[in-house]
């Protein structure tokens, strides 16, 4: 193992109770990252296709596979989800930046937001709510259920299918994450690019 320097013991305290929400939001949001961000598209139950960017995402169960992002304020993905029990949540590249943050934008629910920025809504597999064509990777899923939380939705979703591009695929049948180039979301309104890699075998257990 490295020598570990001990940091100097300086810290800085935050109480949440003491700050106004939005200050403790982006104390949260700049020291919880980079995050993954879920390109999630819905359709509404009158047949208007949406897409937004989502970046309180997760895995939130292995099995059943269980994907998880997280509505603050009843928008209109989740109001879609809630309709028609259906979402797609697609994992952009880096070359889409522009289109992800774009469909951020508070369109009014009856703007096809695939049109609005000039994407493709292709065929899912499985369910009748359409991917990216333009994105690497897209898990089709099944509402689960929607946990309410203070300001938030937790919105679960069943996968039922996965479509992954050739060309991010890499030997092993695995998505290179290197091709992938996913973008992450930083605090402010930074983005995060494409992060050097170590591997590290886990430790044998004791
Ligand atoms: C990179 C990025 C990540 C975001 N993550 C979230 C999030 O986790 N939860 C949320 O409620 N809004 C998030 N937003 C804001 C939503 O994308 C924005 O409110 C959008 O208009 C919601 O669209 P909808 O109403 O079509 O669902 C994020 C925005 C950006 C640019």
New binding site residues.
Partial sequence: MPDITTPPSTRTGFDPAAMRGGEFYKLMTASVVP?P??W?S?RSADGVL????????TVASSKPPILQ?????H??????TADTGEFVVNIGSESLIDQ??A?????D?SVD?FEEVGLTAEPSTVVSVPRVAQAPISFECVRHSIIEMGN?SLIFGRVVHVSVRDDVLAPDGLPDFRRLAA?S?LGRSD?GLTPETVARQRPANP
């Fill in positions: 995050r961000i879920a999630v819905t949406n897409l937004a960017p989502y970046s309180f995402f992002f997280n509505s603050m304020g928008k209109d993905s989740w109001r879609n992800m943050n469909t951020s934008a508070s369109f629910h937001e938030s973008p979301r983005w």
